[in-house]
């Protein structure tokens, strides 16, 4: 795990708050990291190099599959 969120289930507002509440008892530094460890993760998964990266690697996949 990335350990840059707190999962929640959808649709639960009680959730949200204790999440909400959870993040809030968190020091200073503590949301820092987990701010930037959230950054590194989007980045990494969702920037463009790490999806045309995901890309490349289907298109290559596709064209073993026609060998």
Do not use: W
Not at 8 to 20: F, G, K, R, Y
């Amino acid at each position: 795990a990335a350990q840059c969120a707190i999962r929640i289930e959808p649709d639960n507002p009680e959730a949200l708050a204790e999440a909400a509440r959870e993040v809030k008892e968190l020091s200073p530094n503590e949301r820092l990291e987990m701010g930037q460890r959230g950054r590194a993760y989007v980045i990494q998964n969702h920037g463009f190099e790490g999806l045309t990266d995901r890309l490349e690697n289907v298109f290559e996949s596709v064209l073993r599959m026609k060998s």
